[in-house]
């Protein structure tokens, strides 16, 4: 166990970057912040009176459900036309992540994720014990998953497959043909397809050949209202499994943690969904044909950026512009010479940030 926590710690580490920003920011110094991810604290406006909803008085009865109260997953199930007995609710979808782990896994089991992809996994996959190896995605006018090196990465303690459909931050949809061949390689070794379909409403420029959901062929595909209507702080996710999944029961019953208001509330909120939505989309949308020599986008938040020296540029970025870009190192690219930037940047701050960007790179 020792070494699951060094790692924890080690990840933790603060980069450079980081540093520096903070550095600056507690010097006051205005930034040009081209990483924000955070629909709350990006300009997207909600509709007046829709907390209201969190005080209806059903909420006043405490009624524990290990995974959910029954009228709020029917209303996940209607939304995804999901079987009622496959739909179980979480706080987030790192706790769904948390308690498939906990099933799947014992002490010492791997489960693989994409690279490049989100850093969290190193750190849900270590709190639970589990060892993360990692599949390659290779670009080739669009990203594509390495099936002869995943398949050299799996071995009898190979748990699940995670996939991120769309991926963040390369914002590209597996392809139908991989979605073939991926339940092949994990039916023939009893492997589970775990699906993060969080971004998947938001379709940029998607190929024809891209499958924009795995439900009914992943053995859990998770989302949430994070980011489905733009709101991180309602804690309240979802998966959607193959089959209904009673063993999991014991470990929602543990914990209980899901809110009562919230899943009350949750059908009046998921009408916000179109008016969140659109306004992301087109912000989306208006902030990638701001982006110079981008990567393909065919979904997401988020848009990738080749460079010569991504470290270099991103520090002088920061250290003589003050524009903050991510490196890709912090989504564990395999290859050095890539920036990320958050296309839900407020259009005014994203624009004034690509000038200066342009102004360095080119």
Same mark, same amino acid.
């Given at each position: 166990?020792?070494?699951?926590?060094?790692?924890?710690?080690?990840?933790?580490?603060?980069?450079?970057?980081?540093?520096?920003?903070?550095?600056?920011?507690?010097?006051?110094?205005?930034?040009?912040?081209?990483?924000?991810?955070?629909?709350?604290?990006?300009?997207?406006?909600?509709?007046?009176?829709?907390?209201?909803?969190?005080?209806?008085?059903?909420?006043?009865?405490?009624?524990?459900?290990?995974?959910?109260? $029954?009228?709020?997953?029917?209303?996940?199930?209607?939304?995804?036309?999901?079987?009622?007995?496959?739909?179980?609710?979480?706080?987030?979808?790192?706790?769904?992540?948390?308690?498939?782990?906990?099933?799947?896994?014992?002490?010492?089991?791997?489960?693989?994720?994409?690279?490049?992809?989100?850093?969290?996994?190193?750190?849900?996959?270590?709190?639970?014990?589990?060892?993360?190896?990692?599949?390659?995605?290779?670009?080739?006018?669009?990203?594509?998953?390495?099936?002869?090196?995943?398949?050299?990465?799996?071995?009898?303690?190979?748990?699940?497959?995670?996939?991120?459909?769309?991926?963040?931050?390369?914002?590209?949809?597996?392809?139908?043909?991989?979605?073939?061949?991926?339940?092949?390689?994990?039916?023939?070794?009893?492997?589970?397809?775990?699906?993060?379909?969080?971004?998947?409403?938001?379709?940029?420029?998607?190929?024809?050949?891209?499958?924009?959901?795995?439900?009914?062929?992943?053995?859990?595909?998770?989302?949430?209202?994070?980011?489905?209507?733009?709101?991180? $702080?309602?804690?309240?996710?979802?998966?959607?499994?193959?089959?209904?999944?009673?063993?999991?029961?014991?470990?929602?019953?543990?914990?209980?943690?899901?809110?009562?208001?919230?899943?009350?509330?949750?059908?009046?909120?998921?009408?916000?969904?179109?008016?969140? $939505?659109?306004?992301?989309?087109?912000?989306?949308?208006?902030?990638?044909?701001?982006?110079?020599?981008?990567?393909?986008?065919?979904?997401?938040?988020?848009?990738?950026?080749?460079?010569?020296?991504?470290?270099?540029?991103?520090?002088?970025?920061?250290?003589?512009?003050?524009?903050?870009? $991510?490196?890709?190192?912090?989504?564990?690219?395999?290859?050095?010479?890539?920036?990320?930037?958050?296309?839900?940047?407020?259009?005014?701050?994203?624009?004034?940030?690509?000038?200066?960007?342009?102004?360095?790179?080119?």
């Amino acid at each position: 166990m020792r070494g699951f926590h060094r790692e924890i710690f080690a990840i933790r580490e603060i980069n450079a970057i980081s540093a520096l920003a903070a550095e600056k920011r507690r010097a006051g110094v205005d930034l040009l912040d081209l990483t924000e991810s955070n629909p709350t604290r990006a300009g997207i406006v909600y509709p007046a009176g829709f907390l209201g909803a969190l005080a209806d008085e059903r909420s006043l009865l405490y009624e524990p459900e290990p995974f959910g109260l $029954q009228a709020a997953r029917e209303r996940i199930a209607a939304e995804y036309d999901a079987p009622f007995d496959n739909v179980i609710l979480t706080a987030s979808t790192s706790e769904a992540y948390s308690w498939i782990f906990k099933l799947l896994c014992d002490p010492g089991d791997e489960v693989l994720v994409p690279r490049p992809s989100y850093p969290l996994f190193e750190h849900l996959a270590a709190m639970e014990s589990v060892v993360v190896k990692h599949y390659r995605l290779f670009y080739d006018h669009g990203w594509f998953i390495d099936f002869h090196m995943l398949e050299r990465a799996m071995n009898e303690r190979t748990r699940a497959i995670v996939l991120v459909n769309p991926n963040n931050p390369t914002g590209h949809y597996i392809r139908r043909h991989e979605v073939e061949e991926l339940a092949a390689v994990c039916d023939r070794r009893g492997v589970s397809i775990l699906s993060d379909e969080v971004f998947a409403d938001y379709a940029i420029d998607p190929d024809r050949e891209s499958a924009r959901t795995l439900r009914g062929v992943a053995d859990f595909a998770l989302s949430g209202l994070s980011k489905v209507v733009g709101l991180p $702080q309602m804690k309240l996710a979802w998966m959607i499994t193959k089959r209904p999944m009673p063993e999991m029961e014991i470990i929602a019953d543990t914990y209980l943690s899901l809110g009562t208001p919230v899943q009350v509330a949750l059908p009046a909120l998921l009408e916000l969904r179109e008016t969140v $939505q659109l306004q992301i989309l087109a912000r989306v949308r208006a902030n990638l044909e701001r982006t110079p020599r981008h990567l393909r986008v065919e979904a997401g938040w988020y848009a990738v950026v080749p460079v010569t020296d991504e470290d270099d540029t991103a520090l002088r970025l920061l250290r003589e512009h003050n524009v903050l870009v $991510q490196p890709g190192y912090f989504y564990d690219f395999e290859k050095q010479g890539y920036l990320v930037v958050s296309l839900l940047t407020r259009p005014e701050v994203f624009e004034a940030g690509m000038d200066r960007f342009r102004g360095v790179c080119g």
